[in-house]
């Protein structure tokens, strides 16, 4: 218990944070005197007081964070500021039940953009903002913003950092304090940020819908304030936008951040792993395009290529808007559009699965293996760049397919099992794990996650959170190693 | 302050530490990645992997932006080239290198000048510590000599021992006691824990670990009223001829006589060519008890374990001081281990890397600092600055002392008032033409005024206190008091 408490005064810090960014959906209800309004009194209430009430009865027992606390630390707080994140959505539709609207909370802040709920459109303007907003915060990551702005984590800021921030090797970092490395990150965050709502703006999109678009657009979610998506707008202007800020939102931020500093961009044009981003992108939008004109689903190669790049980007990078019923295409189309999402994103992105570095990492320990097949006694390291990749990162990146792998293959029997058919079972778990969003068939693109039960409903949600914080920062709370003195 | 780092051994690590407990700006370059991972993962800071003189890995380690640039490497040649490197093509303001070989120390022109190797300051962790050995084998007595204001003052760390003169005693009483030695008690520490506000009315208990101040020429008597006088050192055994052993065998020829036990042969031969033939060299374990007995350890004045190795060290001290030794010293990398045997059977145990570490925060401190000592094992600190500008511009300068706003157990302990200051051409043209009047030692009362130009010794019993004692020395031209 002891070792508990000083992790719980961290938790009400955070948990403060989080109320004061419950004050711009609440900024959103004022001016626009919405029917939403008296819902964000309550949660900034509720969740004000109990953070302060944690905070203060657990202060006295303040010490250093050891690395245990971070994965403790992180699992908890992405497993309670949901609960505070549902409680505006709860007290203003007081028929929604506490599954679906923590669901909807997990679902923004992991940046899946699944949703139970329809008639988005006859929302009040506010409660859409907080769906949104939860999409921007929970894109850069909750507690790389409380190691932004909380005085009260030192080095043990750099655990929670490891513990939360996506990707195989995390030992490189930006700046000398941690702290200013996660105020680095979130500056760049926001200046692009700032960047894509305006062009949202000039693209033609309300002011309010630019930035719940901007929001969802940043953080590669997909939430959006209308139950038709981008098929609303149906304008080409938009499309080119959205397409542009989700292929940067899908590339590393410390890359932006270095480049800040030394005033250069070709340090992210140089990357590796950018390149093979932008390269697996373009082939896809491309074959794809063809292959919708060859099928004749479109009458010309101009529209297939304008909902082809729209449509994949959205899904590769796991934001997931949709502009069409992609699930219409041919059964190739969109089930490639669902690999690709598993590994395109890059670390330290916003986006979600593997990360484009593991398969590359893969593509190039299964190229050596080959390789010692026929030369028993080669010497071959595994290289990145002009690196040899540690033999421990390449078997971290092992462990984690395995248990990506098996994850997978156990969600989808929960599924199976609670009677939900194969295809929608299997695209559901791939739509989660991977924060995408959308599956096919009954969890498809045209229809959403309200018609799973309640069971199926908290198998998504745990796989979300398992998915957004890399597996091993949760699954390492359920081994007895973790416990024990 | 943005600081860089070369090499992350002993030297580099303990700096590090030091330094990044104070909110510094840290980046630490070294050879080994794992040797860097541990590292940032116990100190908020950033670790870069590759050779320090290369210009590209100083770049990537943001050299560009580096207030001071400390290159502390394995080998001198790394050092020395890495500083040139910082100097001519990053212009970094201050670089000092950690230099081992004599013959580059401070007075060489090659190290010094801008067109050499363009080093501020050598630092130099074995002469170090062989200074502050020496000190305590002058003052037996003492468990930590520091000197302050050019070697007037000096600030001592003492134990207590009943029989002395002050102990059992309340500090009011010290003037009627010792009437013709003027000192000042900073602080005392019993059963290693501070006393908080320390007042007339405290007593010294034996046993206490009592700092005090005093003019460096009345020592004698500050020590002497705390405790029984020992008798000067004439005896000394050193376990270990390394670098420590053999520069403190070479200082101190012909005034101590000296033995040095030595395990490896090749190394004994060396020794034996390098001192005179009355310092006697034996070859074997520092833990041989035989050894120690034939060679009358229970005579010693003073044991010295000096090898590389900790527990050997505190081995031989404990077995020397159960044979007889009067007085044992062990030398402890690891400050868990430090920790745990000073004030024990162990008279005293030194930290090498932490005797260095003073001489660096001279230069990380703000305003005109000119020397730090850092205090039990970096707890607690003692910092000697200069008083710049006026009563309208600084919150020291022109009041008594009891009129200074001093943060919570900080003591100013003692005034070195005549002594030239630096930068100020005045005042150094004004020392010339003095000629003799003396520059005078002032220990602090009450009552006493702080003058411009004036070195104030100031006592903090933690380090967090460091950022409101530099305010106190700060000249803003808006501060109206």
């Not at chain 1, 984690?400 to 299997?426: E, K, N, Q, R």
């Not at chain 2, 157990?409 to 033409?433: C, F, N, W, Y």
Request: net charge neutral.
């Amino acid at each position: 218990m002891q070792s508990v408490l000083p992790v719980l005064a961290i938790l009400g810090g955070i948990l403060m944070v989080f109320a004061a960014t419950m004050l711009v959906p609440l900024a959103f209800a004022f001016l626009g005197n919405d029917a939403a309004l008296p819902a964000y009194d309550g949660a900034i209430l509720l969740t004000m007081g109990c953070g302060l009430a944690l905070f203060l009865t657990c202060r006295r027992f303040k010490r250093e964070l050891q690395p245990r606390d971070g994965f403790l630390l992180v699992s908890l707080v992405w497993s309670v500021l949901p609960a505070f994140g549902a409680l505006p959505l709860m007290f203003h539709m007081p028929g929604l039940s506490f599954t679906d609207a923590y669901f909807e909370a997990v679902s923004g802040l992991t940046t899946t953009g699944s949703t139970v709920l329809t008639g988005l459109d006859k929302l009040p303007l506010s409660i859409n903002v907080w769906r949104c907003f939860m999409v921007l915060i929970g894109g850069m990551g909750i507690l790389v913003l409380a190691v932004a702005i909380l005085p009260l984590l030192g080095v043990g800021g750099s655990q929670l950092f490891k513990a939360e921030t996506p990707g195989p090797m995390k030992d490189q970092k930006l700046t000398p304090r941690i702290a200013e490395t996660a105020r680095g990150l979130w500056v760049v965050y926001f200046a692009i940020a700032l960047a894509c709502f305006l062009a949202y703006r000039v693209a033609g999109m309300g002011w309010a819908d630019a930035f719940m678009h901007m929001c969802s657009t940043m953080g590669l979610g997909g939430f959006s304030s209308y139950d038709a998506s981008y098929a609303q707008f149906n304008s080409p202007a938009i499309e080119a936008v959205a397409v542009v800020f989700m292929l940067v939102a899908g590339v590393n931020f410390a890359l932006y951040f270095v480049a800040w500093k030394r005033r250069s961009a070709w340090g992210v044009l140089r990357d590796i792993e950018t390149r093979m981003f932008l390269l697996t992108m373009l082939l896809s939008v491309l074959g794809i395009a063809l292959f919708l004109t060859v099928h004749g689903v479109y009458p010309s190669f101009v529209e297939s290529l304008r909902h082809a790049a729209f449509n994949v980007v959205s899904i590769a990078t796991t934001t997931g808007f949709a502009s069409v019923d992609y699930a219409q295409w041919p059964v190739f189309a969109p089930v490639l559009m669902l690999f690709l999402c598993c590994f395109a994103t890059c670390a330290g992105s916003t986006g979600g699965g593997i990360k484009m570095i593991r398969a590359l990492l893969l593509v190039k320990g299964a190229r050596r293996e080959l390789k010692r097949i026929v030369h028993p006694r080669a010497v071959v390291p595994v290289t990145f760049g002009n690196a040899v990749v540690d033999a421990n990162v390449l078997q971290s990146v092992l462990a984690f397919m395995l248990i990506y792998g098996a994850v997978m293959i156990g969600a989808t029997m929960l599924l199976l099992f609670s009677g939900l058919d194969v295809i929608s079972a299997f695209t559901a778990v791939i739509a989660s794990i991977n924060n995408t969003g959308p599956g096919l068939g009954q969890v498809g693109p045209a229809s959403n996650y309200q018609g799973l039960t309640d069971f199926q409903t908290w198998v998504c949600t745990f796989t979300m959170l398992l998915g957004r914080l890399e597996l091993f920062s949760i699954l390492v709370l359920f081994t007895g190693s973790f416990w024990r003195k | 302050m943005n600081i860089l780092i070369l090499g992350a051994g002993r030297v580099g690590e303990s700096v590090a530490e030091s330094l990044a407990s104070e909110a510094n700006d840290i980046t630490v370059i070294d050879t080994d990645p794992a040797r860097l991972a541990t590292l940032q993962d116990r100190l908020d800071l950033r670790g870069v992997a590759g050779n320090g003189i290369q210009p590209s890995t100083l770049r990537e380690a943001g050299i560009e932006d580096a207030d001071l640039f400390i290159a502390c490497a394995s080998m001198d040649e790394t050092n020395l080239v890495a500083c040139k490197v910082a100097h001519q093509m990053f212009n970094v303001p201050t670089r000092i290198a950690r230099i081992r070989s004599p013959e580059f120390q401070h007075d060489s022109a090659l190290t010094t000048a801008r067109d050499g190797f363009a080093v501020d300051e050598v630092i130099c962790p074995e002469e170090s510590v062989t200074r502050t050995i020496r000190k305590l084998i002058e003052y037996p007595e003492a468990l930590q000599v520091l000197e302050f204001g050019e070697g007037l003052l000096s600030l001592v760390a003492v134990r207590a021992v009943a029989g002395g003169p002050l102990v059992q005693h309340a500090l009011a009483e010290i003037p009627q006691l010792v009437p013709s030695t003027d000192m000042r008690i900073v602080a005392i520490y019993r059963h290693d824990k501070p006393i908080h506000e320390l007042a007339g009315t405290t007593h010294i208990e034996p046993g206490d670990e009592v700092f005090v101040l005093a003019a460096t020429e009345r020592l004698r008597h500050v020590l002497g009223a705390l405790r029984k006088m020992d008798r000067p050192v004439k005896r000394l055994m050193i376990a270990g001829g390394g670098k420590v052993g053999l520069r403190l065998a070479r200082q101190l020829r012909g005034e101590v006589q000296m033995k040095i036990l030595e395990m490896n042969r090749a190394r004994c031969d060396y020794l034996a060519t390098q001192l005179p033939a009355d310092v006697l060299i034996l070859h074997g374990d520092s833990t041989d008890e035989e050894l120690m007995a034939d060679e009358n350890v229970q005579d010693m004045d003073m044991f010295l374990a000096l090898t590389s190795d900790d527990e050997d060290n505190i081995m031989a001290c404990l077995l020397a001081k159960r044979m007889g030794a009067r007085r044992v010293l062990a030398l402890i990398n690891r400050g868990a281990y430090a920790d745990l045997v000073q004030g024990t059977t162990i008279d005293i145990a030194l930290s090498p890397s932490h005797a260095v570490i003073g001489e660096l925060l001279a230069y990380v401190r703000r305003g005109d600092v000119e020397a730090v000592h850092s205090l039990r094992r970096g707890a607690a600190e003692a910092l000697e600055a200069i008083v710049r500008g006026d009563k309208g511009s600084c919150r020291m300068a022109g009041r008594r002392i009891d009129e200074v706003a001093l943060p919570r157990g900080v003591q100013i302990g003692a005034i070195v008032r005549g002594l030239p200051v630096p930068g100020d051409e005045d005042s150094l043209a004004l020392g010339d033409k003095r000629g003799d009047a003396r520059p005078e030692v002032i220990i602090a009362h009450h009552d006493t005024v702080v003058q411009t130009g004036d070195r104030v010794i100031v006592f903090m019993p933690s380090k967090k206190q460091v950022r409101e004692v530099e305010k106190l020395f700060q000249v803003s031209a808006t501060f109206l008091g």
